[in-house]
């Protein structure tokens, strides 16, 4: 069974920066296209940031040239580092592995980020 660990929220004021990684562990053969997700309270979990194996990474209009993800094939880990944060970034963040449109695995804790001052 894989297992996925979300980490690096916290607190962080308007215009700062922040670093989730995403640990993953078990059998997680596939390793293929990897996601981070953010559920906001009231909202939807909404997909903001995939990554092929290659490389190759695509982001919603919300994030773009604010977010980068990155990934560590043989580490088999994923991270997110967050610029620019705004208020409206504020949301408990997931990361897994994209199968088509669903997701691979089941999902692990999140990790809260809150964007205040």
């Known amino acids: 069974q894989v297992q996925l660990v979300e980490s690096g929220g916290g607190l962080v004021q308007p215009g700062g920066s922040a670093t989730l990684s995403c640990a993953t562990s078990?059998?997680?053969?596939?390793?293929?296209?990897m996601g981070w997700y953010r559920q906001a309270p009231g909202k939807e979990r909404a997909l903001v940031a995939t990554?092929?194996?290659?490389?190759?990474?695509n982001y919603p209009g919300s994030v773009k040239g604010r977010f980068t993800i990155s990934r560590d094939n043989a580490k088999k880990m994923v991270y997110l580092q967050m610029n620019n944060l705004k208020p409206e970034d504020t949301a408990v963040y997931y990361c897994n592995e994209l199968d088509g449109v669903r997701t691979r695995w089941s999902w692990g804790p999140g990790t809260q980020v809150t964007v205040s001052s």
């Open positions: 078990g059998n997680i053969f596939s390793f293929g296209v």
């Open positions: 990554i092929t194996s290659g490389g190759t990474t």
